[in-house]
């Protein structure tokens, strides 16, 4: 059920500058944190790590979340209202590796070209298959199996593809720190795992070209490092972060080649994967929310956006002063995304292709959700800018479209330009905010 809110579409005091023709608007979900219906589905490791009591702050699952599983031909509803250009969504590995797995991404692609709407799949999104492990180099191969099938399903309507989502996060959070699953806390004997991602992602490429497939990118988080002050400790501090979180998971696939002193630290052939890491890309996918600020460690463990971040990590997170601050508790920062953009162009040169912006939203309670209007506002206006720099720029997708479980946050963060009412499981009634139908006038203003 949709409920409808009539709202003012927006607060924006000046229109957006407009984009290049052509420009891929779009909005993005991932299969675990809206799919619901898990028991049609193999396990992976989020319901395993969510199965273990304390894991997840509010002690939920994603058995159910959005049900968009059962519900897909409503959101299509809801996304062709808003008059995207692109749909991205992420494709469950556990779902396809279950019988008739594929049917439901055959039917959701169907929906979304009678809609009009361009069908952008990421291949993997966090939801491993329970039974396989990224510290096991054969699961990077597995990946490309899995791949080669699903292109071959949907390649004949799909025409733009995303490998991997935030190998970083998913390395740091669930594999060094254990605030993710499958749970670990390895710190830097985690980097197998970041390796062995970036392997899949290379791998996936080949086996999509050979399938026929094109325009294929990747969608890596990033974010600038700002030093906390001056001081030495503090520069070398925010440089190995730079390091970890940015160039560790660009330069492999942007320039084939690892930061100086990490590949030594990679097990295998790492020369010869980085052959296959560097396989060459359509376009350039960008995961954007907030810059770090970065110091020398504190000698203690410290609480930072959600999380808490060992004591013996060679740096520590410091808040970002004199800016408001998101649900989530981190800094609102519009201009750091024309930074991060102009820095990469600057960085890597010819070597960086077309950039897309594959997220950027904010957690903010309530329907008239003026905060999430001024933060997207905000960043569009910078996305504009590092364009006008001459940043070649093709799309941006808002997260998300749908509130939904927000890992180890469970259901107490609301990312969505549409509210869904978790209370009521058997409704979970959808009702567009305020910031979607902002962002809908926003959308036909453009064109």
């Known amino acids: 059920m949709i409920r409808r809110m009539a709202t003012d579409a927006g607060t924006a005091t000046a229109p957006i500058p407009r984009f290049p023709d052509g420009f891929l608007w779009g909005v993005s979900t991932s299969a675990h944190q809206i799919e619901g219906a898990a028991d049609e589905r193999e396990p992976s490791v ?36 808003l008059g995207v250009d692109a749909y991205r969504f992420s494709v469950s590995w556990p779902r396809v590796n279950s019988p008739g797995g594929l049917d439901f991404y055959d039917r959701l692609v169907d929906e979304l070209c009678a809609a009009g709407v361009r069908p952008v799949p990421t291949l993997f999104h966090w939801d491993l298959p329970a039974r ?18 699903v292109a071959a399903r949907l390649g004949d ?20 720190l254990g605030m993710h699953a499958p749970g670990r806390k390895l710190l830097f004997d985690a980097l197998p795992v970041a390796h062995h991602q970036l ?15 094109a325009d294929i990118g990747i969608a890596n988080s990033h974010g600038p490092t700002w030093p906390a002050s001056p001081e030495a400790a503090d520069v070398e501090a925010a440089d190995f972060f730079d390091v970890l979180l940015n160039r560790m998971f660009a330069e492999p696939v942007l320039l084939g080649r690892y930061p100086e002193g990490i590949g030594e630290l990679l097990p295998g052939d790492v020369q010869a994967d980085l052959k296959i890491i560097a396989e060459p890309l359509d376009w350039y996918g960008i995961n954007f929310y907030a810059p770090a600020r970065v110091g020398a460690p504190q000698g203690a463990g410290t609480e930072f956006g959600g999380m808490t971040m060992p004591a013996e990590l060679p740096f520590s997170l410091r808040a ?34 077309p950039v897309v912006i594959t997220e950027n939203g904010c957690s903010y309670e309530g329907l008239d959700d003026q905060d999430r209007i001024a933060y997207l506002d905000g960043h569009v206006r910078a996305l504009h800018r590092a364009v006008e720099a001459g940043v070649d720029v093709r799309g941006y997708f808002v997260w998300s479209l749908l509130d939904n479980f927000e890992w180890a946050e469970g259901y107490a963060r609301r990312f969505g330009l549409v509210h869904v009412d978790f209370g009521n499981p058997a409704t979970l009634e959808r009702t567009p905010k305020a910031s979607y139908h902002w962002f809908r006038e926003m959308l036909r203003a453009q064109r």
Request: aromatic fraction near 8%; proline fraction near 5%; include cysteine.
């Open 157 to 176: 309507r799909v025409t733009k593809w995303i490998t991997l989502n935030e190998p970083a996060e998913h390395t740091l959070l669930g594999h060094a």
């Open 199 to 213: 392997l899949a992602h290379g791998l996936a490429v080949r086996a999509l070209r050979a399938a026929g497939a």
């Open 46 to 81: 989020w319901d395993v790590f969510t199965a273990e009591p304390g894991r997840v702050k509010d002690g939920s699952t994603a058995a159910v979340a959005c049900d968009h599983y059962h519900r897909h031909r409503e959101d299509v509803a809801l996304l062709a209202d």
């Open 320 to 353: 970002i002063e004199d800016r408001p601050v998101t649900d989530f508790g981190w800094p609102v920062v519009p201009e750091a995304l024309t930074e991060l953009l102009t820095g990469f162009r600057d960085r890597y040169g010819d070597r960086l292709p």
């Open 132 to 149: 396989l492990d990224w510290l096991d180099r054969d699961t990077a191969s597995r990946f490309a199996e899995y791949v080669a099938l």
